[in-house]
C-alpha cells in the first residue's frame, strides 16, 4: 500500500457525461501528478499540482481538469466524455527526497464510457 | 519534449535466467530515471531508479545502469522467479531544483517467467 488513495475505483458512465475522479495523496506530500493508462498510449502525464498550485500540464484534453484544494486532495474532472477516454486514471503524489521528487501511485480508477 | 523508446515489448524467460530491458531518451537535460513494476490490474511500483550522476544502481537481484552520453539506461534482474512477471516501465524526468518532475514513460515491457 503507498499510502496514496483514489476513489471511485471503478466508474462506468455513458458519452457526454461528466466524472469525477478524487486522489488523496500520502500525508506530507504537496504534490499530485495525474497519469492516464490505456491500452494503446501507456502511462501519460496529466497535470501536476504543487501545494494547490497547477506546476506542469501534460498531454491533458481542454474537456479535462484538475485541481488540489487547501486539504492537498486532488480531483480530475473529466467532461462530454468520449469513447476513447476510456483507460486506467492514476495519480502520484510525491515527497522530495536528496533532491529527487519520487512519486508513489495510488490504486487508480478505471473509467469505462460506453 | 522527452520521448522514451522501450525495447523489448515483450521478454520471455527461464526461471533462473536474466531479463535485460534497455531504454533510451530524447531529453539530455534528464536527470532521474526511475524503473516501476505493474502487476495486471495494479498500480505501478517504484522498483528502483538512478540519478544521472550514478552510473550504476543495484539492490539485491535488480541493477539500472545509465549512459549519458549515449542516453540510454538498462534494467537487469538476474536470477527471475516466477513472481518478477510483471509488466515493466522506464521512465525519464528532469529535477531542476524544484518539484517539476513529471516522468514520460516507455511503452512498458512485459516479462514473463517461466518455472
Known amino acids: 500500500d503507498s499510502g496514496v488513495t483514489q476513489t471511485p475505483k471503478h466508474l462506468i458512465t455513458a458519452t457526454g457525461q461528466r466524472v469525477t475522479l478524487r486522489c488523496s495523496p500520502r500525508?506530507?506530500?504537496?504534490?499530485v501528478y495525474w497519469y492516464q493508462q490505456s491500452l494503446d498510449q501507456g502511462l501519460q502525464f496529466l497535470i501536476q499540482?504543487?501545494?494547490?498550485?497547477?506546476?506542469a500540464k501534460g498531454n491533458i484534453l481542454e474537456r479535462f481538469s484538475a485541481q488540489q484544494f487547501p486539504d492537498l486532495h486532488s480531483e480530475l474532472n473529466l467532461s462530454s466524455l468520449e469513447l476513447g477516454d476510456s483507460a486506467l486514471y492514476f495519480c502520484?503524489?510525491?515527497?522530495?527526497?536528496?533532491?529527487?521528487?519520487?512519486?508513489?501511485f495510488g490504486p487508480g480508477t478505471r473509467l469505462t464510457v460506453l | 519534449g522527452e520521448n522514451v523508446e522501450q525495447h523489448p515489448s515483450t521478454l520471455s524467460v527461464q526461471e533462473g535466467d536474466s531479463a535485460v530491458i534497455k531504454c533510451t531518451y530524447s531529453d539530455s537535460a534528464s536527470n532521474y530515471f526511475p524503473w516501476y513494476k505493474q502487476e495486471l490490474g495494479k498500480r505501478p511500483q517504484l522498483i528502483i531508479d538512478i540519478r544521472s550522476n550514478v552510473g550504476e544502481k543495484k539492490d539485491q537481484r535488480i541493477a539500472v545502469t545509465l549512459n549519458k552520453t549515449a542516453k540510454h539506461f538498462s534494467l537487469h534482474i538476474t536470477e527471475t522467479q516466477p513472481e518478477d512477471s510483471a509488466v515493466y516501465f522506464c521512465a525519464a524526468s528532469r529535477m531542476d531544483g524544484g518539484s517539476q518532475g513529471n516522468l514520460i514513460f516507455g511503452k512498458g515491457t512485459k516479462l514473463s517467467v517461466k518455472p
Open positions: 499540482y504543487y501545494n494547490g498550485e497547477e506546476r
Open positions: 500525508s506530507g506530500d504537496l504534490s
Open positions: 502520484a503524489s510525491s515527497v522530495l527526497t536528496s533532491g529527487v521528487d519520487t512519486q508513489y
